[in-house]
Structure formats: C-alpha cells, structure tokens
C-alpha cells in the first residue's frame, strides 16, 4: 500500500496514473455530499492540490482496504481505478451499505425508473388520444403537446437505465479480466 498525491508538480511524472504500474489499482477516496477529495478517513483536504490516492499491487486489496474504510465512515466514497486511470469508469466504486440504494445503477432504482417510464408512456399515449378526439373543436395542442413529451421522457428514463446496466456490464468484464 502506497500513498501518493494525485497531481505533484515536483514529481515526474508529475500526475498519478504516471506513477503506478499495469496491474496495480488505485483507490481514490470523496466526500460523499460534496463529491471532492478527502482522505480515507473522510477529513477534507485544506488544499485541493494535495488530493491523494491509495496504491495496491492487487484488487482483492484494494477492495479490502475500501470496504474497512466505508464501514468507519460512512461519509465516504471510494472509486478503484486500474493503472489506465480515470479514462475508463472505476472498476469499483464502495460506499456504506446504508447509502448503496440510492446509487443510480441499484436495481431498486432501476426498477423504479422503469415503473415510472411505462407509466410516463401509458399517460402520454392516452393524452394523445385525447388530442386526437379534441381535434375538431381546436383544443388539440395542448394534450398533445404533453403527450408527446411525456413519451420522450420516459424514452431517456429507459435509455438512461439501458447505459447503466451496460456501463455496469463492461464494468463486471473488465474486473473478470483480471
């Protein structure tokens, strides 16, 4: 386990993926209600220069030295990147238990968004039928208008839910890989 900064204009390379070899992991720790930097036990950096990360030679560690952390401080996040870096999503993100059912990719949530979409698309088809119905008399638009939106948001629901399950597939293949 090594500790280094993430960005050290005195060190060559001076940016932390420079520094760590393929087949080590990074675990980088944040706040959990800002979303900057922090060490691991959750104590916000005073400069925001001087952000670091954890180094492991092997994943099961990394995984280990996080899942001990978040279960001291529950204000904390950590994300585990491979040597690549920040140029792929993280390999592993590990936050408390208590907060894992309001990530976006838990299947309750998901679950959720579905429920939602279908019943954006029901609502919104039946608001068409009633523009159609109301088209002689000139009051059209307006159902139709909601309508057609109602159907388009539910499309981005369903769209956003299908880009995290297959985030979160590529995910799960590249940790096999390992």
């Known amino acids: 386990m090594l500790v280094l900064r993430l960005h050290d204009p005195g060190r060559r390379p001076a940016n932390w993926t420079g520094m760590i070899r393929p087949?080590?992991?990074?675990?980088?720790?944040?706040?959990?209600a800002?979303?900057?930097?922090?060490d691991a036990e959750g104590r916000p950096f005073d400069d925001p220069g001087a952000a670091t990360c954890v180094v492991f030679d092997r994943f099961d560690e990394a995984r280990a030295f996080c899942e001990a952390a978040v279960t001291n401080h529950e204000a904390v996040r950590f994300e585990v990147f491979d040597s690549e870096g920040r140029s792929n999503p993280p390999l592993l993100t590990v936050m408390h238990p208590s907060r894992l059912m309001r990530q976006?990719?838990?299947p309750r949530v998901l679950r959720k968004r579905r429920i939602v979409a279908w019943w954006l698309i029901w609502g919104g088809v039946a608001l068409l039928f009633v523009s159609y119905w109301l088209y002689e008399s000139g009051h059209a638009i307006f159902p139709g208008f909601i309508g057609l939106n109602m159907?388009?948001?539910?499309?981005?629901?369903?769209?956003?839910?299908?880009?995290?399950?297959?985030?979160e597939r590529a995910r799960q293949d590249r940790?096999?890989?390992l």
């Not at 087949?23 to 944040?30: D, R």
């Not at 159907?151 to 399950?165: D, E, K, P, Q």
């Open 34 to 38: 800002t979303g900057l930097p922090c």
């Open 175 to 177: 940790i096999d890989g």
């Open 151 to 167: 159907i388009f948001a539910a499309g981005r629901l369903l769209w956003y839910n299908m880009a995290l399950v297959e985030t």
């Open 23 to 32: 087949g080590q992991f990074a675990a980088i720790a944040k706040d959990l």
């Open 104 to 106: 976006d990719g838990h």
